[in-house]
């Protein structure tokens, strides 16, 4: 157990519709990121949030946008979706104090957009 | 570009027949070095991190080693529950802290 807890575990959204993936650090971890992890492939970088703040972002497109909390958990919102963002949407947190540099990672959510 | 390539992309072994799983990497300025485990459907299960070449770490049946241009994951008489895909990540100087670029894994199958 990692004690970073994501949900829904999976959902099936329609294609144009938007969705919401939630996500709760483990406790005191101050950065929150999300990677997509397509089938057979290694997780992507999509941003990740410290102090509310995005503060670094890979090659997503802006409908893949994202909020956090003042007590570190963090959404991850998709706007008009395709069928190609069908994957494991995952949560990691780092940053609390005795943690070092590790990066803690949730069970995901799948989506699935039909 | 910053790349991480591992190999090979599927491993079986017997159980007890010890293996090694190597990650290569071409990035500008390398912070950490990270392995993790995934189950199928799981979230990656963090293992280890190496900083500096040279440096070893160990868990149970599993040690990491990194070199300037690679890493090693050792697997000494592995046993079924090993079964799992092992990715290898990089983390980089001067980006986003929880940004990791990945490789896409080895599929490791450990038959009794």
């Known amino acids: 157990e990692t004690g970073v807890t994501q949900s829904p575990t999976h959902l099936i959204k329609t294609r144009g519709q938007q969705v919401t993936l939630r996500c709760s650090s483990q406790?005191?971890?101050?950065?929150v990121s999300w990677y997509q992890q397509a089938l057979g492939q290694g997780p992507q970088f999509i941003f990740q949030?410290?102090?509310?703040?995005?503060?670094g972002r890979g090659n997503f497109p802006p409908r893949f946008s994202g909020l956090q909390f003042p007590n570190y958990s963090s959404e991850l919102n998709v706007n008009a979706l395709e069928l190609d963002d069908s994957a494991l949407y995952l949560c990691?947190?780092?940053?609390?104090?005795?943690?070092?540099?590790?990066?803690?990672f949730g069970e995901g959510s799948w989506l699935t957009v039909v | 570009e910053d790349q991480v390539t591992q190999s090979p992309e599927a491993l079986r072994l017997q159980e007890g027949e010890s293996s090694s799983l190597n990650c290569s990497y071409t990035?500008?300025?390398?912070?950490?070095l990270f392995w993790y485990r995934q189950d199928p459907g799981k979230g990656p299960e963090f293992l280890f991190t190496?900083?500096?070449a040279g440096e070893e770490k160990e868990k149970e049946r599993l040690k990491a080693t990194l070199t300037k241009k690679e890493s090693f994951l050792h697997i000494t008489a592995p046993k079924p529950e090993d079964s799992a895909t092992y990715l290898c990540?990089?983390?980089?100087?001067?980006?986003?802290?929880?940004?990791?670029?990945f490789g896409t894994g080895t599929l490791l199958a450990v038959q009794p």
């Open positions: 990691a947190s780092s940053g609390g104090i005795g943690s070092g540099n590790t990066i803690y």
């Open positions: 406790s005191g971890h101050n950065t």
């Open positions: 949030y410290y102090r509310e703040e995005e503060n």
């Open positions: 990035v500008s300025g390398l912070r950490g």
């Open positions: 190496l900083y500096s």
């Open positions: 990540a990089v983390q980089l100087y001067g980006g986003a802290t929880n940004k990791l670029i």
